[in-house]
């Protein structure tokens, strides 16, 4: 026998206008509490879509210093170098790859990279 759920309450469901009206006003400078109890919606709801929200500007503390394409270029010229020679030791991978933004002209490479 099949047996069909049948929700008892309507505890955590919220309309949509409502939710994207509170984030919106969290966004705009408002408080996530203040806005959750304006609107009675519960704190973690509302700060959980407020968090999915938001896309982070950076991970980490690095800055990615070559584009997708440049990184993909610089892979697979290190590939063929060394399929062409005997295999590159780790210390001639990072030679290459410090000579990389040198050769194109990087200005903003760190200045401790000279010394290779």
Aim: glycine fraction near 6%; charged fraction near 30%.
């Amino acid at each position: 026998m099949v047996h069909k759920y049948k929700r008892k309450t309507n505890q955590g469901s919220c309309d949509k206008d409502v939710m994207q009206m509170a984030v919106n006003l969290c966004h705009a400078g408002e408080s996530v509490k203040g806005t959750a109890k304006k609107y009675g919606l519960a704190y973690a709801t509302l700060y959980r879509h407020i968090k999915s929200g938001k896309v982070t500007p950076k991970l980490g503390r690095f800055r990615p210093m070559f584009s997708e394409y440049e990184e993909i270029e610089l892979m697979t010229y290190l590939k063929d170098m060394d399929s062409v020679i005997f295999g590159l030791t780790r210390d001639e991978f990072k030679n290459l790859a410090y000579t990389y933004p040198k050769k194109k002209n990087y200005l903003s490479y760190p200045k401790s990279w000279d010394k290779y």
